[in-house]
C-alpha cells in the first residue's frame, strides 16, 4: 500500500513550516549579525549590501531589500527553466518570506549585535546563517539568489554546494573594498564566507559523504520505485535467501547522499514499518549522480606506454 494524499500533503506542509522557520532564522543572523556590522557576507546578499553601501555613499538611500528582491526575482526565472517547478516553487515560497523578513527586520537591528565584538559576531553569525542554509537545502528548497546558480553548479557537476557558493562570494567581497576600502572589514568579510560556506559543507555532511542501505521486504517493487522517483537514486536489487526459512527474498541495495537518509526512511516506513534496513557510511562513490573518477586508466597509460615504445624505436632505427 502506497503513501496516502494525506501523508503526503502533511509532509509537503511540514518541509514548508521547517523552511518558513529557518527563512526566519537566516535573516536574524544575517541581519543582526553580519550586514549590521558592514560586513559583506557574498552571494546575493553581499551584492545587494554592497549596492545598499554604495548608493548610500553616493546620497541614495533605501533599504537593502529592494536590490535583494530585484535581483532574485530574476534568478527565480532562471530557477523554473533549469531547475524545476517543484525546487522553484519552493524557492519563490523562500523568495516571498525573505522579501517580507529582510526588509521587515531593519527595524530591530539599529544597533548591531555583540556590537563592541565584531569578530565574534562574525563568527555566530556565519555559523547560524550556513546552519539555516543547509536545513533549507536539505529540505529541497533555496534562499534564491546566488544559491540558485550553486544549485544548479551541483546538479550538472556534482560539486559541493559551499564549495560553488565561496567562489562566487569571494569575487562579491573583493568588490567591496572598493566601497570601504577598509582592511579589518575586508578580512571580516572573507572570515564570513569561509565560515558559512564550511558550516554548509557540515551539516550536508559534505559532499563526498555517503550511505549505503540494504532493505529487505516483501513490498521492494513499491520500494523501489518510490525511491527512484521521489528520492532520485537507483535500486540494485540482490537475490537473497533466508538461512532459517530457506524463502527466497530479494534485497534492495541503495547509495545515496547522506542528506537523503530521512526521505528514504519515510518511504520504506510508510510502505513497510516491519522492513529490516541496514545502514552504513560509504567514503567514496563514484559513477553516474555522484563524483567523478579522475584515477587514471591503467588501459589508457599502457596506451601511452606503447605508443611512445613505437616512437622511441621508430627514431633509434632511422638514426
Not at 96 to 115: C, H, R
Not at 187 to 200: D, E, K, P
Request: glycine share 10%.
Amino acid at each position: 500500500m502506497g503513501i496516502s494524499k494525506s501523508a503526503k500533503i502533511w509532509r509537503e506542509v511540514e518541509d514548508y513550516i521547517l523552511i518558513f522557520l529557518t527563512l526566519l532564522l537566516y535573516t536574524f543572523f544575517w541581519r543582526g549579525f553580519i550586514f549590521s556590522h558592514e560586513i559583506t557576507s557574498g552571494g546575493l546578499s553581499g551584492i545587494a549590501s554592497v549596492i545598499t553601501w554604495a548608493c548610500d555613499k553616493a546620497g541614495m538611500t533605501f533599504d537593502v531589500g529592494w536590490p535583494y528582491n530585484i535581483i532574485n526575482g530574476i534568478l527565480v526565472v532562471l530557477s523554473v527553466i533549469i531547475l524545476g517547478w517543484k525546487f522553484s516553487i519552493r524557492t519563490v515560497f523562500s523568495v516571498i518570506v525573505l522579501g517580507i523578513s529582510i526588509p521587515a527586520s531593519g527595524q530591530f537591528f539599529d544597533t548591531p549585535m555583540l556590537a563592541d565584538d565584531p569578530a565574534m559576531a562574525v563568527i555566530i553569525g556565519s555559523i547560524g546563517i550556513g546552519f539555516s542554509l543547509a536545513m533549507i537545502f536539505a529540505r529541497g528548497g533555496s534562499t534564491g539568489g546566488t544559491d540558485i546558480i550553486a544549485s544548479i553548479i551541483n546538479k550538472y557537476k556534482h560539486m559541493a554546494i559551499g564549495r560553488a557558493l565561496l567562489a562566487i562570494d569571494v569575487i562579491t567581497v573583493g568588490i567591496s573594498w572598493f566601497i570601504f576600502q577598509d582592511p579589518d572589514k575586508l578580512v571580516y568579510s572573507f572570515i564570513q564566507i569561509i565560515t558559512c560556506n564550511l558550516s554548509v559543507d557540515f551539516f550536508l555532511n559534505g559532499y563526498r559523504q555517503c550511505v549505503q542501505f540494504f532493505i529487505i521486504s516483501s513490498k521492494y517493487e513499491e520500494i523501489s520505485r518510490l525511491i527512484i522517483k521521489e528520492a532520485g537514486r537507483g535500486v540494485t536489487l540482490l537475490k537473497g535467501v533466508g538461512a532459517f526459512s530457506g524463502s527466497d527474498m530479494k534485497v534492495m541495495m541503495v547509495i545515496a547522499r547522506r542528506a537523503q537518509t530521512a526521505t528514504i526512511m519515510r518511504i520504506v516506513k510508510d510502505i513497510d514499518e516491519r522492513a529490516f534496513i541496514t545502514e552504513a557510511p560509504v567514503r567514496g562513490v563514484y559513477g553516474e549522480g555522484f563524483d567523478v573518477n579522475y584515477v587514471k586508466s591503467t588501459k589508457k597509460s599502457q596506451q601511452e606506454e606503447e605508443t611512445l615504445s613505437t616512437q622511441s624505436t621508430s627514431e633509434e632505427t632511422e638514426g
